[in-house]
């Protein structure tokens, strides 16, 4: 493994936008540490040059650029919070590579170092930005569980940076509320997530060994057409031409256009003036439930019957106890595994108007 500086010093975006994986000039194969989860296949396609079939959308490109330029603004962040972070040089970032198997490596820029001032040592902090619903997932489940790939490039910065592992911190940003957190994974299963990254690039360098760098030997799929995976995939057309038309079919073939944009939009105002009479409703509930409190409380009784408009009630009041989770401290102490017997996720549906 070595670190060293690049020898020239290229613009960010140079440094930075490199393809997946790719063949070097002394024959090896190069993964970047930013796709390590990515779909094997994909990674032959990227390595071998072959034509994107499914370029990213406009929208994708500026959700991913805008959470690229929020990375100095957590490490601020962070810095504000007794933390001491060196980010990396945005024109000259320190290069790590690791080999994983003679053969095969992954190369990789790391966002930051460092360490809670006056705590610890230097570690790698691997610096992220997610969405609401994913900034929620990552802090309940862990990274291990939410995104794996993540604590694998982290793990392999460590690697390349320091040698061996040691602890390592994940921080992200909620583009939502424009919060951030920590987690920090113990050494000892940032070995088992770069371990788990290995065994799964293993079958790809050995792939490279009998059929060169071949583009019409492809490896498995590891996924199937209707995954988010080849959904995004920027080669689904080329891999799946006929599953990718399936899924179109069926999104024509949906009964989506049943009901009008004139019904729909009767709906919608239906649904304001209900929500509005609930706000007023739910204005005058409360003030009635603070004359009683105040009723009982100048009786100096906890309990008292009153005679409604139907029947006599109790009005009285009542100590509730909520329990909550440090999932922080949790996903520090247990590893993924046990996490999941404990911690289990469940998804429903439901239709939100905003
Ligand atoms: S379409 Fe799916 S299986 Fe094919 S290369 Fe892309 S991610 Fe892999």
Request: charged share 30%; glycine share 6%; hydrophobic share 35%.
């Amino acid at each position: 493994m070595t670190l060293s500086n690049p020898p020239l010093t290229p613009s960010r975006s140079r440094v930075f936008d490199r393809p997946a994986a790719r063949f070097t000039d002394d024959g090896r194969l190069e993964v970047r540490a930013s796709a390590l989860g990515q779909c094997r296949r994909a990674l032959w396609y990227a390595a071998t040059e072959q034509e994107v079939t499914n370029p990213m959308t406009d929208e994708t490109k500026l959700v991913l650029e805008a959470g690229q330029a929020l990375e100095p603004v957590v490490v601020r962040a962070m810095q504000r919070r007794f933390w001491s972070v060196t980010p990396a040089d945005p024109d000259a970032p320190l290069r790590v590579e690791v080999e994983v198997i003679p053969g095969l490596t992954v190369t990789g820029h790391p966002d930051a170092t460092g360490a809670i001032e006056l705590f610890g040592d230097e570690r790698v902090i691997e610096v992220k930005t997610r969405g609401p619903e994913a900034f929620k997932r990552w802090q309940t489940l862990g990274a291990e569980r939410s995104h794996p790939e993540s604590v694998a490039q982290a793990a392999c910065y460590t690697l390349g940076l320091y040698g061996d592992f040691r602890e390592t911190v994940i921080a992200t940003l909620d583009t939502g509320s424009r919060r951030w957190d920590y987690e920090v994974i113990p050494a000892d299963r940032v070995e088992r997530a770069w371990d788990r990254a290995c065994e799964r690039l293993a079958p790809l360098a050995e792939h490279y060994e009998v059929h060169g760098a071949d583009p019409d030997a492809l490896p498995e799929r590891d996924f199937a057409g209707s995954d988010w995976q080849c959904q995004r995939c920027s080669y689904l057309n080329a891999c799946q031409p006929g599953e990718a038309a399936e899924v179109e079919d069926e999104a024509e073939t949906e009964p989506v256009d049943l009901v009008s944009d004139d019904d729909a939009r009767a709906a919608l105002h239906e649904y304001e003036r209900i929500q509005q009479q609930l706000k007023s409703l739910d204005a005058d509930k409360r003030g009635a439930l603070k004359t009683l409190q105040h009723w009982l409380t100048g009786k100096g009784e906890a309990k008292a019957r009153l005679e409604g408009s139907a029947k006599a009630r109790t009005v009285g009041m009542v100590t509730s106890c909520r329990y909550s989770v440090d999932h922080k401290r949790l996903n520090a102490l247990l590893a993924p595994e046990q996490r999941a017997e404990i911690v289990t996720e469940q998804t429903s549906e439901y239709l939100r108007v905003s």
